[in-house]
């Protein structure tokens, strides 16, 4: 059984009676709200695993309600809508929405988007700091510094860029980052991946349009390039 808490945000009283009936079932714990105010409210207060968001909510949209979440909070956040239009898919991710389920969904591909993404949040494998004059990253603790100011990165953006740095020099391909961030069962999705590539340059790159850390491998994919002088922090050798 799972144990995992869920907050599910949506202003149709007979969608949230279906999820919470199913996921409970599933044995989830199940919280739920009608508007994107609550929504914020309650992702504060209850500190969620994963938050199941409506784009279409009166007052305070979904996508408003997402970037309002990710102030404050790295839950994962699967966004669910009737629209199927890339652009619409797009803006949501854009906003710091891990995924994109359509309405009307199949409930098993729900659950299944809801484990993928619960497996996936958080993971630091032990990946030692990443430090340079112009960007620092303490794996451990989630915390990105750029020029000496800490910068907010959603969660698909943290690890995404956990990945790149792993294979620090090395090419990673779209396909290998898209299934290590988003899922075994993804692979074809670059768009998605474009997006997130794109919002950590305007957060960490000092000229997003000519980048120095996230290269562009064409045809490939991407590879994190640190600067000649930087190199990640190893423990100290002594010597004898």
């Given at each position: ?148 100011e800490e910068v907010h990165l959603a969660p698909k953006e943290f690890e ?81």
């Amino acid at each position: 059984m799972n144990s995992a808490s869920i907050l599910v945000v949506d202003d149709e009283p007979q969608i949230r009676r279906v999820l919470r009936s199913t996921l409970s079932f599933r044995g989830y714990t199940i919280s739920e709200v009608s508007t994107g105010e609550e929504a914020v409210e309650a992702a504060g207060k209850l500190k969620p695993d994963l938050i199941l968001l409506d784009v279409n909510l009166p007052g305070m949209s979904g996508v408003e309600t997402c970037r309002e979440i990710r102030r404050s909070s790295d839950a994962p956040i699967i966004m669910l809508t009737v629209r199927s239009a890339e652009r619409d898919k797009v803006v949501a991710l854009d906003a710091g929405a891990d995924d994109y389920v359509t309405k009307p969904f199949g409930i098993e591909e729900l659950l299944a988007r809801i484990r993928a993404t619960l497996r996936r949040h958080p993971s630091a494998d032990a990946l030692p700091p990443f430090v340079s004059k112009e960007l620092s990253v303490d794996f451990e603790q989630r915390r990105v510094t750029v020029a000496g100011e800490e910068v907010h990165l959603a969660p698909k953006e943290f690890e995404v860029l956990r990945h790149l740095i792993a294979n620090l020099g090395k090419p990673v391909t779209h396909r290998r980052l898209l299934q290590s961030v988003w899922g075994p069962e993804y692979g074809e999705e670059t768009e998605n991946l474009r997006v997130v590539i794109n919002q950590l340059r305007k957060k960490i790159e000092k000229d997003p349009s000519q980048p120095k850390f996230i290269l562009t491998e064409p045809w490939v994919g991407y590879r994190f390039q640190p600067p000649k002088t930087a190199a990640p922090k190893t423990p100290a050798r002594s010597s004898r």
